[in-house]
């Protein structure tokens, strides 16, 4: 059980977080969940008091489990990386836009 601490607080706040595709479409192919996994690693280079503990990434669902600082509230941490990641695979894999 590791404890982070921050300035003024010491905190163990884990977090599982799962969203699905729309409409629950199989979309997350081998080289599409590869590309994702690796922009939600990219997430924290921008938050480094945000830790992954573990990615699951299934065709038409995503699981991750992650340490957020009680300084940011949830939402705003599952809109980052939902807003980020939905950006980067647009950009990434044309085919989506269609989906």
């Known amino acids: ?7 003024h607080t010491v905190y163990k706040t884990k977090y599982h977080i799962v969203w699905v595709t729309r409409y629950r479409r199989k979309i997350l192919v081998e080289g599409v969940a590869t ?4 922009k939600l690693r990219e ?10 503990t573990a990615i699951g990434i299934d065709k038409d669902h995503v699981h991750v489990q992650r340490v957020i600082p ?15 990641t939905s950006r980067r695979l647009r950009e990434k894999c044309r085919f989506l836009d269609n989906v």
């Open 43 to 52: 997430v924290q280079k921008y938050y480094p008091d945000w830790h992954f």
């Open 35 to 38: 590309y994702l996994r690796m």
């Open 70 to 84: 009680p300084k940011y509230s949830v939402s705003f941490a599952v809109e980052t990386i939902k807003k980020n």
């Open 1 to 7: 059980m590791k404890l982070h601490t921050a300035a």
